[in-house]
């Protein structure tokens, strides 16, 4: 079986992070060991008075007491991480843990719709751009993207403009780079840049009038693993794509209720159908 490290908080309501990522990484088939960098009480977009206990003093102690184990792991994937020491923590863990078979997998979350998320700022996205150089794939929106390059978010990008960003996104270090949340007149989709073989592929769907919290999560928890399990980018995009989009659709009829994420619970059998 693969095992894919996730390094990420834990939003005890709200389902993003890895209350997302374990279960979907454990219905692709994948062993998933998560490192919590933060314990909230819900995720930060929506909920006023959330609670944070930061967790970054326990990251060292449980990476040490893995080197002692020889523990080793097919995918090391990140998503949220609160600060510049978590993120020299994590760049430390990549360059103790990464061999010559692991994918590192970097989903740079910051922000969406233009906006940093509460507690981010611009410093913070510079250091991010640091530490995707020790990434073979990262998965930014065009927010995350763009503060990324250090350049304005604009509400509309042409196809070339998000081509350009990739090859200028890749030039920072990564070998593959996605890009979530494209849209498109009455789609959305994913747009992928291989730098190794030059190949531009792109992945569009029906475009929801509707957005949810967490589907970032859920796009790079089912990408990564689908990577690790060995299917090639091109693939593990049109999982992932369709399978956010099937979480979309189960969510929409219940909105009001569930509008802090997606009921992705729900879709988690025809996910395993695709894995398997
Ligand atoms: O889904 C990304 C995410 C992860 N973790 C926390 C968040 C968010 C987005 O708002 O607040 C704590």
């Given at each position: 079986m693969k095992r894919i490290v996730t390094i990420q908080d834990i939003s005890c309501f709200g389902k993003c992070s890895l209350t997302v990522a374990l279960p979907i990484i454990s219905a692709c088939g994948v062993e998933a060991c998560p490192i919590p960098t933060a314990v909230l009480s819900?995720?930060?977009?929506?909920?006023?008075g959330f609670t944070i206990h930061d967790l970054t003093k326990e990251i060292t102690p449980i990476t040490e007491h893995w080197k002692t184990l020889n523990m080793n792991f097919d995918g090391i994937y990140t998503g949220y991480l609160g600060s510049p020491e978590q993120l020299k923590i994590v760049s430390d863990f990549i360059d103790t843990?990464?061999?010559?078979?692991t994918i590192v997998f970097i989903d740079p979350v910051m922000g969406d719709h233009g906006k940093l998320y509460a507690g981010f700022d611009e410093s913070f996205a510079k250091k991010m751009a640091v530490l995707i150089k020790k990434a073979d794939i990262i998965a930014p929106n065009l927010t995350e993207a763009s503060y990324l390059l250090g350049e304005e978010y604009k509400d509309n990008y042409t196809d070339e403009e998000i081509r350009d960003m990739m090859l200028r996104l890749s030039a920072l270090g990564a070998e593959t780079v996605i890009i979530t949340g494209v849209r498109r007149q009455d789609k959305l989709g994913v747009f992928a840049y291989e730098s190794k073989e030059n190949r531009f592929t792109e992945y569009f769907r029906e475009r929801i009038n509707d957005t949810f919290h967490g589907t970032g999560d859920v796009f790079a928890s089912v990408c990564s693993s689908a990577l690790v399990k060995g299917f090639n980018v091109k693939e593990a995009i049109e999982i992932a794509t369709d399978f956010v989009v099937e979480c979309i659709l189960a969510t929409v009829p219940d909105k009001e209720n569930?509008?802090?994420?997606?009921?992705f619970e729900e879709c988690i059998p025809s996910l395993v159908k695709r894995m398997f």
């Open positions: 819900t995720h930060t977009g929506g909920f006023k843990f990464k061999k010559d078979n569930h509008w802090y994420s997606v009921k």
